[in-house]
């Protein structure tokens, strides 16, 4: 079974607009990390936002927020106020073991393409 | 810049050939992790270095190895290459020593191997 789906491969939001790009994800682990990293055409992974499976609010980071719904297994990206620089991969992937100490392996999905047009 | 280094960044190489791929970590992380991102396979986990040691393995080839040296960068070796082999090969590191609430892991620009 796929541990992350992201069942959008393309998204288009318009400029200044808000958009929300899906995850859902399976483990039997009760300590996770959430995490959702943005491919830009250039190539390289870039870190956006994390939620750890005790956090009780909702991870924020400026324009981008994680909609953690535990219950439903969801760990939806929303990005407000988009911009053009915005169009890019995003990828959502969770890190399964302890909560604490040495970091251990991600596992991601299969990513969104996003494109924000004007 | 998330101060993972990769070398090189582009590689074109022969099938059957051997090439090296090297990683310098942010400073001060002791945990290295190399991915490979591919067409078919997506991004898939090869294998984690912590403090020289290896930590954990995934879908990493036979014909694949990976050490982590005493000044903490790594490489990664690919053997007798196959076309499939072709991908863009990430390293990340993370701190991952002591408690933390999490250890987010910072990706170098990659490697972006083409086997012809």
């Known amino acids: 079974a796929q541990k992350i789906t992201q069942t959008q491969p393309g998204m288009f939001v318009q400029e200044k607009e808000a958009v929300t790009l899906d995850c859902t994800y399976d483990?039997?682990?009760?300590?996770?990390?959430l995490f959702w990293y943005k491919q830009p055409s250039s190539g390289e992974m870039i870190f956006l936002i994390y939620?750890?499976?005790?956090?009780?609010q909702n991870a924020t980071e400026g324009r981008y927020s994680l909609n953690f719904q535990k219950a439903r297994k969801s760990a939806n990206l929303v990005i407000s106020a988009s911009q053009l620089g915005d169009s890019a991969m995003y990828f959502c992937?969770?890190?399964?073991?302890?909560?604490?100490?040495?970091?251990?392996?991600?596992?991601f999905g299969t990513g969104t393409r996003l494109q924000v047009t004007l | 810049d998330s101060g993972v280094t990769q070398t090189p960044k582009h590689l074109i190489t022969a099938t059957g050939q051997r090439v090296t791929l090297r990683c310098s970590p942010r400073?001060?992380?002791?945990?290295v992790y190399w991915y490979q991102q591919s067409l078919d396979q997506g991004l898939q986990f090869l294998i984690q270095?912590?403090?020289?040691?290896?930590?954990a393995k995934g879908n990493i080839l036979e014909r694949f190895s990976a050490q982590q040296f005493p000044d903490l960068h790594s490489e990664l070796n690919l053997s007798s290459l196959e076309l499939g082999d072709s991908a863009l090969y990430f390293c990340?590191?993370?701190?991952?020593?002591?408690?933390?609430?999490?250890?987010?892991?910072?990706f170098g620009p990659g490697t972006r191997l083409t086997v012809l």
């Open positions: 990340a590191s993370s701190a991952g020593t002591g408690e933390s609430s999490y250890n987010e892991q910072f």
């Open positions: 483990t039997s682990d009760p300590s996770y990390g």
């Open positions: 939620q750890g499976s005790y956090d009780q």
């Open positions: 992937a969770m890190r399964e073991g302890s909560y604490t100490g040495t970091a251990s392996k991600l596992t």
């Open positions: 400073s001060g992380d002791l945990s």
């Open positions: 270095y912590y403090n020289g040691e290896e930590r």
